[in-house]
C-alpha cells in the first residue's frame, strides 16, 4: 500500500526531476493554456518594458519552471506574474 500512495503523491523532488529531465507530460490543450495565460498577462501589464537580469538558486528555478508547466505557461511569465503581484 506505501508504494501505490508514494506513486499516487509524488514528492516534490520527482516533479523538479521530471521538469529538468524533459519527462513532464502536461495535462489537457497546452496551446489553449498557454494562449490564456499569455493574454492575461499581457493585460496585467500595462506600458514600456525593461530587460533585467537576475540570479536565483537553481532550486528556485526549477520549482518555478514546474509550477509553470502546471499551469500551462512559460516561466518568464509566471515570475512575470509573482512579480506583478507582489508590487502591486
Same mark, same amino acid.
Given at each position: ?7 499516487? %503523491?509524488?514528492?516534490? !523532488? %520527482? ?6 529531465? @524533459?519527462? =513532464? ?11 490564456? =495565460?499569455? !493574454?492575461?498577462? @499581457?493585460?496585467?501589464?500595462? @506600458?514600456?518594458?525593461?530587460? &533585467?537580469?537576475?540570479? &536565483?538558486?537553481?532550486? %528556485? ?10 499551469? @500551462?505557461?512559460? /516561466?518568464?511569465?509566471? &515570475?512575470?506574474? &509573482?512579480?506583478?503581484? /507582489?508590487?502591486?
Amino acid at each position: 500500500m506505501k508504494d501505490q500512495k508514494q506513486l499516487s %503523491d509524488p514528492t516534490e !523532488d %520527482d516533479v523538479i526531476a521530471l521538469s529538468e529531465t @524533459g519527462d =513532464w507530460v502536461p495535462v489537457g490543450d497546452l496551446s489553449e493554456r498557454k494562449a490564456l =495565460w499569455k !493574454d492575461r498577462a @499581457g493585460r496585467m501589464i500595462d @506600458g514600456k518594458r525593461q530587460r &533585467i537580469s537576475i540570479s &536565483i538558486p537553481e532550486r %528556485d528555478l526549477a520549482r518555478l519552471k514546474a509550477k509553470a508547466l502546471e499551469e @500551462g505557461m512559460p /516561466y518568464q511569465t509566471l &515570475i512575470n506574474s &509573482i512579480l506583478h503581484k /507582489y508590487v502591486s
